[in-house]
């Protein structure tokens, strides 16, 4: 089974167990089958705004066995950068919400919310109820020499209706009006992944997410293996047209492939299919599972584009045959 060599799933969230309000089909069963043999679970998001518990009591709504200790978030990341960096009790002005001002008084230091406190560093988060004045507050505490961490550098943020400014356009009010830039917590950036391994004690850890960007990006990062599922953000041809440090170790449909025995994948053949390239195009023969066929054309795709990334135009027949 796919999941024997490790003791330890990192699991983003959005797009892996859940979609918005429900979780993903097949999702819990997967997860509650992966505790039975023995692996720990973790749950690892880039929101900085939800405390663990808060988290922790959605997923069990969704019947997603999970605990307050079993959720990792990137205030909890941001907020142990700032504390290897600044004295112990600090003043730290918090740009955020609850869950990044629980996070920062969990490692000891002092939330603050005005530059005239004098904080010794700024952290940055996500917030709903993020105001000018609090942005503004940031800026004058940075200008001051105060250490500046953001949750993470997400550009922008799925909601119903669409996307919306994520965390990492709002930092970049601050970076912008101070000139200087944040150290990133979040994925892809190392320090969200070590604080996961920090508090699951994972020796041999699996990184399971929906994004190149972020999720197989930050386990490159963080020097482990990544497993891509297909419930969400990523599609195949992004998977396809993926520079090396975007590409997952493994590709499943969903997370039931983690209980499943992974196929041998050598020379763009997988199961009953083979890719190859003709013509400057990747063709695409034989027969058997969609993911099987999609896991021979990405060994072709990478080993042709080497350290670049393959041309869309020269993929695009292997999504025709794949359907």
């Known amino acids: 089974m796919l999941i024997d060599g490790y003791d330890t799933l990192l699991l983003d969230l959005d797009g892996v167990v859940y979609l918005g309000p429900r979780a993903v089909s097949g999702a819990a069963e997967a997860l509650a089958e992966a505790r039975r043999r023995g692996v720990r679970l973790a749950y690892v998001t880039n929101n900085a705004s939800r405390t663990p518990a808060a988290i922790a009591a959605h997923l069990r709504e969704l019947g997603v066995p999970a605990g307050w200790d079993d959720v990792v978030t990137s205030a909890q990341a941001a907020a142990r950068v700032v504390a290897e960096r600044v004295p112990p009790g600090a003043k730290v002005l918090v740009v955020g919400g609850a869950g990044l001002r629980m996070a920062v008084r969990g490692q000891g230091l002092r939330p603050v919310t005005a530059a005239a406190e004098e904080p010794a560093a700024v952290v940055q988060g996500m917030w709903a109820g993020l105001s000018y004045g609090l942005l503004a507050e940031g800026a004058l505490a940075v200008r001051q020499g105060a250490l500046f961490v953001a949750a993470n550098r997400d ?9 919306v400014p994520g965390n990492g356009a709002m930092a970049r009010v601050i970076a912008t009006a101070t ?145």
């Open 155 to 163: 550009s922008t943020m799925p909601i119903g209706r669409g996307e």
């Open 179 to 323: 000139g200087v830039e944040p150290v990133y917590a979040g994925k892809p950036d190392p320090p969200l992944h070590r604080e996961s391994m920090i508090r699951t004690g994972a020796r041999r850890p699996l990184v399971v997410g929906d994004r190149l960007d972020t999720d197989i990006e930050g386990a490159r990062n963080a020097g482990v293996d990544g497993l891509l599922v297909l419930t969400g953000v990523a599609k195949p041809l992004d998977l396809l047209t993926a520079p090396p440090h975007r590409r997952p170790v493994y590709v499943t449909e969903d997370l039931s492939g983690l209980s499943a025995p992974y196929p041998e994948v050598r020379d763009g053949a997988c199961g009953g299919w083979r890719a190859r390239w003709v013509d400057g195009a990747l063709r695409l023969d034989g027969d058997g599972s969609r993911i099987d066929g999609l896991r021979a054309a990405c060994d072709a795709a990478w080993a042709a584009a080497g350290a670049g990334r393959a041309e869309e135009d020269a993929v695009k027949p292997v999504l025709a045959r794949l359907g």
